[in-house]
């Protein structure tokens, strides 16, 4: 395959344009609406001869600053067709981040959401010489002096009423494109220092659709995505390129914080995630177990035995479970899990692809127990998303997966997973110096993550190198393996270990404040605020409690020792947290700096 992205609308219409690409929720009424093969084709060539109407050229670049929307694809497979770039930027990012990117990638043109980021648009259009357009896919109230902005619609009428000779040309860019020419630039978030855009070419995204084609062979047409993260990260861009692709149909999902009612509303067979969704909904499930009494407490006891036994011991490994198990399970099945999975919107699951932070194994296991086929997986920005992830049978517990097709993996120094093959990066886009430090003297990607192979062949992640603690006693401690653990527990929303160059491990805790709140009220526990709620002793008493149990199996130097609750969370608005929700270290110890000191003293 070659330059598949750019060929991608017009295979999909040859094959069948009257099929669905993707549906999206209409602002009026909130019904999903649905976009067929054929509108696509025709949005794609306006939207296309819009932005050589509008000045770019080949490889140029273009900004999408915005929150999900379809347009977002439209404009990225018009940028295609130009041999453009489109460069994606965080709808949560600040005025300062939006210019850092677009002065970086000198992008001429910005395509922004809503009203907030158009009036970061506006601001970034004062201050850099390259921004010359801003598009808005809302209805935004527009400056007073602002006489360039357009809509989407008045964006396409341009390219609809464009010249033949505009058509001529972006097919004559369309022809020439190149596998080497830069499809994307994908900037890092930056926990530890300014941001990188990873430059990823359109080979990159040949190679990781075919090896994709050749791992995730229980995919069809038939199957349904929901498009949940960000499309500007590179996970679900790839992921949602890959459905596309492969002929899916694409629920957009504008807002993460309607997730639960979009997928009651859509039910896919597939979504990829990040484990926080896996935890909140592992919470909620335990919660409610917590709950039950009697009899119904026994039944749920005996299935989740039976589901274990069913798809850990036999399904997992490709074997038939004994005739007796298979019939206890179909049992369970239909009275136990299945209705959970219904509630959940997720009972036609195929596969739920899960990257971007440590999930533990007990949840990995428990919603595989009740038929949840979550399928770990390793990637970065920097190898166009998938490293390794869970072949359909014989993965392992524990482990990111195996390697995909064509992909080399070696253990370096320090224990550092080392990638070589056709889906890493060019380089980093500005940054020789940068790109240098990523690679080693022999061209091997250094990923920055400790890990090793096991005997099988499976991947198994030990730690984030930069992250890794030395306690003040010259002991190594793993930060994201006990906030991954901590982060099971319902009464627990966000953890933050502290322990470099430290006597003894320690954590900023951030509660599940809801869950906290219902089991204030039923013990009785008075309080007028927040921090009323955090600092009261039967409180703090009960967090502790969970938490011993929660790393009974930690060496006693990992376990933590003291933490302090907060009464609000992180948040990318005050810096602690990166686009992609992963906590910055630096901000937080500067931030709580007082707090920290007080649980050492």
């Given amino acids: 395959m070659q330059n598949t992205l750019t060929k991608l609308v017009d295979v999909r219409v040859s094959s069948d344009g009257c099929r669905e690409a993707y549906r999206y929720k209409s602002g009026s009424d909130g019904k999903w609406v649905a976009t067929t093969w054929n509108q696509v084709k025709t949005e794609v060539g306006e939207a296309a001869c819009a932005l050589e109407t509008l000045g770019i050229g080949t490889q140029e670049m273009i900004a999408v600053f915005s929150a999900n929307r379809p347009e977002i694809l439209i404009t990225d497979f018009a940028a295609y067709a130009n041999r453009a770039v489109p460069v994606s930027i965080y709808s949560t990012s600040s005025a300062e981040q939006v210019k850092y990117i677009v002065d970086d990638a000198r992008t001429k043109i910005i395509f ?70 830069i499809a994307t630039l994908i900037y890092t978030s930056g926990t530890t220092g300014e941001p990188k855009g990873a430059i990823l070419t359109h080979s990159n995204f040949d190679a990781a659709l075919e090896m994709h084609d050749e791992r995730l062979t229980m995919l069809s047409p038939d199957d349904t995505s929901i498009c949940f993260l960000p499309l500007s990260h590179i996970f679900e861009k790839a992921w949602t390129y890959y459905c596309l692709h492969r002929g899916m149909l694409v629920y957009v999902n504008n807002d993460p ?31 409610k177990m917590s709950k039950m009494k009697g009899f119904k407490r026994l039944l749920v006891a005996r299935a989740l035995k039976v589901g274990r036994r069913r798809n850990i011991d036999y399904a997992r490994r490709g074997l038939r479970a004994p005739w007796l198990l298979e019939k206890e399970y179909q049992f369970y099945e239909k009275r136990i899990f299945a209705p959970v999975r219904r509630v959940m919107g997720i009972e036609n699951g195929n596969i739920f692809p ?27 920005s920097e190898t166009t998303a998938t490293v390794s992830c869970y072949p359909e049978i014989d993965w392992q517990l524990g482990s990111v997966g195996t390697v995909l097709p064509r992909l080399s993996v070696r253990i370096g120094d320090q224990n550092e997973i080392l990638v070589k093959g056709p889906t890493i990066m060019r380089g980093y886009y500005n940054k020789p110096e940068a790109t240098r430090d990523a690679f080693t003297a022999d061209g091997w990607f250094r990923t920055g993550d400790a890990g090793r192979m096991d005997s099988e062949g499976n991947l198994v992640l030990t730690e984030r190198i930069k992250d890794l603690f030395k306690t003040s006693n010259g002991k190594y401690i793993a930060p994201q393996a006990i906030e991954s653990r901590l982060g099971e527990d319902k009464y627990i929303e966000q953890v933050a270990i502290i322990a470099d160059q430290r006597k003894y491990v320690t954590a900023i805790i951030i509660p599940a404040f809801e869950a906290l709140k219902e089991y204030a009220q039923k013990k009785k526990i008075e309080y007028h605020s927040l921090e009323d709620l955090v600092k009261n002793s039967d409180i703090v008493k009960m967090i502790a ?20 609750l907060l009464p609000r969370e992180f948040t990318m608005e005050a810096g602690e947290l990166t686009n992609t929700l992963k906590i910055r270290r630096p901000v937080i110890n500067l931030h709580y700096a007082r707090e920290i000191e007080a649980m050492y003293s």
């Fill in 112 to 181: 922004v959401g809503n009203e907030a980021q158009y009036i970061i648009a506006r601001a970034v259009m004062s201050q850099t010489s390259s921004l010359k357009q801003i598009v808005t896919f809302d209805e935004v109230k527009r400056d007073l002096d602002d006489e360039t902005t357009l809509t989407f619609s008045q964006f396409l009428s341009l390219g609809r009423h464009a010249s033949e000779s505009c058509a001529s040309e972006v097919a004559a860019r369309t022809a020439s494109a190149s596998p080497d020419d």
């Fill in 257 to 287: 914080r309607d997730i639960q009612r979009s997928l009651r509303e859509t039910r896919p067979t597939c979504m990829c995630s990040v484990p926080r969704f896996w935890e909140k909904a592992y919470a909620t499930i335990q919660e």
């Fill in 545 to 564: 409690e969970r938490i011993d149990e929660l790393q009974s199996s930690f060496a006693n130097f990992e376990k933590v020792k003291k933490f302090t």
């Fill in 354 to 380: 899960t990257a971007g932070a440590p999930l533990s194994v007990n949840i990995t296991e428990f919603f595989h127990t009740m038929g949840v086929n979550i399928v770990i997986g390793y990637g970065l």
